[in-house]
């Protein structure tokens, strides 16, 4: 298994505030050294390989993450608490599933 | 029907031209255990056609704490109007509690709406809809161009289904504009939220509220201070457009 996780910077330069606290996330989980790759999606630049990679996959946000398995299937995560509930059997918090849900469903900006 | 012979995507396509209360009926008649989630505002027009259908259509609000008196009034009063019972959802007291005791009572115009929303809202919500098969919203495309463009009839839940439960959410109003949903509900003698009389569109909990102008379009009634941070997570080319950016 392979995984990938694309983040995004802003046009501004800055990085984006959920990559941050995925990342961080991550860490505090204990599972960062599970990402094999990081690839970063600049929106100044539509060829950085995170933009690209984000075309090929028709996401529409960050961060995200490219699992691909040794048959060389490759599934897209948009929403971290699925990702690591589904591929390391974790659970998050409820109020850091709500977080992602809203995060991850534009759509609900008006719940 | 079971869930497993619903056919999404293909009813979806079928039904994106028919009227609101074919898409409740398909809803109903597909689904046992299915709820109307029902705002306080003018999605009142869904159980209006639906208690037509199912008189004892079940119905749920999500009590924030935090809505307008007249929206509770609201609530109360379709109780009685249709004659039917409204499960009020909760959020947890503790986690309300440390979030205001950790900061504040207004901590969204600082930290933006999502924290606290998660608390309040989307947890009870997601409880809540673990518990069914399918559930109706009142969403529709007009509300927000930029989020709610794509909002289909009928479409398996994204946000709340799991591997091992998919949920079913139906927006019968998907296609119909504001002016259609008002029509409907003087022709019909709908009751309605008291607000609406003071130039509120969009009603949400009382401090992420305000009324609008005449022409301006309702999404600007709801948190205004923050329009950017929503965009935050899109992928945006700043040189030309994507074809995945939003």
Redesign the interface.
């Known amino acids: 298994m392979h995984i990938t996780l694309v983040k995004k910077i802003l046009a501004d330069g800055s990085p984006c505030r959920k990559c941050q606290q995925v990342e961080s996330r991550l860490v505090e989980a204990g599972l960062l050294d599970k990402i094999d790759s990081i690839v970063i999606a600049d929106e100044r630049d539509t060829d950085s390989a995170g933009m690209l990679l984000a075309t090929k996959h028709q996401v529409k946000q960050a961060p995200f993450f490219i699992v691909r398995d040794e048959q060389g299937n490759e599934t897209i995560h948009t929403v971290y608490f699925r990702f690591i509930k589904e591929i390391f059997n974790r659970n998050a918090s409820e109020s850091e599933a709500a977080a992602d849900i809203l995060d991850s469903s534009p759509d609900m900006d008006y719940i | 029907m079971s869930k497993a012979q619903f056919d999404t995507s293909r009813l979806a396509a079928e039904y994106d031209s028919r009227q609101p209360p074919e898409v409740l009926k398909l809803a109903l008649d597909s689904f046992d255990n299915i709820a109307i989630s029902f705002s306080g505002a003018e999605d009142v027009v869904l159980i209006d056609m639906a208690t037509k259908i199912r008189p004892d259509i079940r119905v749920f609000s999500l009590d924030t704490g935090r809505l307008h008196a007249q929206t509770y009034q609201f609530i109360d009063k379709v109780r009685t109007h249709y004659q039917i019972s409204i499960d009020v959802l909760f959020p947890e007291s503790e ?1 309300v509690q440390k979030l205001v005791n950790n900061k504040g009572l207004f901590s969204f115009y600082q930290d933006g709406h ?2 606290c ?3 309040r ?3 009870p ?2 409880r809540k809809l673990a518990t069914l098969d399918a559930w109706v919203t009142g ?1 529709r495309k007009d ?2 161009p ?3 463009a ?2 289909p009839v009928v479409e398996t839940d ?3 289904s ?2 091992d439960h998919e949920l079913i959410k139906f927006n019968p109003l998907s296609n119909w504009s504001s002016t259609q949903v008002w029509d409907y509900i003087r022709t019909h003698n709908v009751p309605f939220n008291e607000l609406h009389n003071s130039g509120f569109i ?1 009603i ?1 909990c009382e401090p992420c509220t305000r009324p609008v102008l005449p022409n301006q379009h309702e ?1 600007e009634g ?2 205004w201070w923050e329009d950017e ?2 965009k ?9 457009p ?5």
Do not use: D, N, P
């Not at chain 2, 935050?232 to 030309?240: I, M, P, Q």
């Open positions: 986690a999502k924290e929303c998660g608390i809202k989307v947890i919500l997601r969403q509300q927000s930029a989020t709610r794509g909002v994204g946000a709340f799991s591997t969009s949400g999404r709801r948190w941070t929503i935050e997570c899109g992928l945006h080319s700043a040189s030309r994507v074809t995945t950016g939003r």
